[in-house]
Every structure is written in structure tokens, then in C-alpha cells.
């Protein structure tokens, strides 16, 4: 009996998840901070969280679930971040005991005083997961041309193209909201990265 309860819930899962896939026509956006692993809530305001789910909405769900499941986090800090000056909006954590974690500065005079924009910090930092995970060392040789065309552009015209991998996050934020402003193999470049990560994550789902 237990089996069976067991597989008609995940039957439901399934079913609820491709109805989600289909309506969104393939992938399915609700994201959320509650799809995170959120360290210091009590540090963001009310504004701020409202804020920060609507600028993670467009991330595909699958890139958050599997930035959970893997056990890393996100954190708010009203103050500088460790190690940085008071310039740093957002740190993404590659190696170490804080690997794929991410932390995120929440003091609101901040974003009134410097040039960074609250609406991009997070999903800019989700674009170094998806540049970690998706890219790095799963790219073909023509994604890495295409990256690499597109740091030689806007290296010229962005202050947040200062490498290729900064040039990821920062165009990553670009393709979730204003895909249009970029070349489609570009976007198509994106699109391949969170495929990627969507087979880790149904990898994931599977061994559990």
C-alpha cells in the first residue's frame, strides 16, 4: 500500500510538472526565494524580497531546484560583503566549504548610492551557477566562440563585461529579460547551459 501511495504521488508530480512545461511552452517559471536555500531572511525587507521574486522570475525553475538540491545557499548581509569593499552588490562562491553559494548585500541605501540595480544582483549571480555548472567545462568549442564574440562586443559598451565569465552573468541577465537586445545564437547559447542543468536536475530527482 505504502508502494503504491508512493507512486501515485509521483505519478501526480509528473503530470503536474509537465502541464507546467507545456503551459510555459517547455519550461516552467514561478521561481521563487521560496524554490532557495535562504540564509538571513530577517536581513531583507519586505520591499526587497518582493523585489528580489520578481527578478528571479524568469529564471527557469529547474536552474533554482537544482541550485537546492544540491545543498547551496543564498545569503542577505545588510553589511559589506567579507572580503570586498562597500562597492560589492553579490558574491558567487566557485570553491571551498561555500561552493556554488551565493551572498547578497540588502542594505537599500546602497543600491540608492552606487550604480547597481537590485532587479539584476541575484539573477547575475545565478548566471555565474549557470556559467559554473552549464558552461565551464561543459561547452562545445562553438558556444565558447559564441561567448567569447560576444565579450569582444560588449566589453566596448558594458562596465560588467570586464572577462568572458563576467560577460556570462551579466548577458545571462540580459537573455532572461530582454532577449531581443541580444544576437539569437546567443540565446541560444543560454538555452543550451540550462538544458544542461535541467538533465542534472532530473538526475538528481532520480537517484532520490
Known sequence: MDFRIKTMKQAAKTLLTLVML???????????LS??????????SEEFTAA?????SKIPD?????????????????????????TIAGIYYYDGDSRYDVMI???????????FDLATTLPHEIGHFVWNVGFRDAASEEDRRILKEQYDFWKNYRF?????EE??????????????HLIQEANDMFDRCEERIGLLNGAEESSQ
Open 167 to 180: 560577460t556570462f552573468a551579466a548577458l545571462y541577465v540580459t537573455h532572461l529579460n530582454y532577449p531581443d
Open 35 to 44: 524554490m532557495l536555500n535562504v540564509v538571513g531572511a530577517e536581513n531583507a
Open 62 to 86: 529547474h536552474i533554482l531546484d537544482y541550485h537546492k538540491k544540491i545543498g547551496a545557499t543564498v545569503s542577505f548581509s545588510r553589511n559589506n560583503l567579507p572580503g570586498y569593499d562597500n
Open 105 to 115: 548585500r540588502t542594505d537599500e541605501a546602497f543600491y540608492a548610492n552606487y550604480r
Open 160 to 164: 560588467d563585461c570586464k572577462n568572458q
Open 52 to 56: 528580489i521574486n520578481n527578478s528571479i
Open 22 to 32: 507545456l503551459t510555459m511552452g517547455g519550461q516552467a517559471y514561478a521561481g521563487d
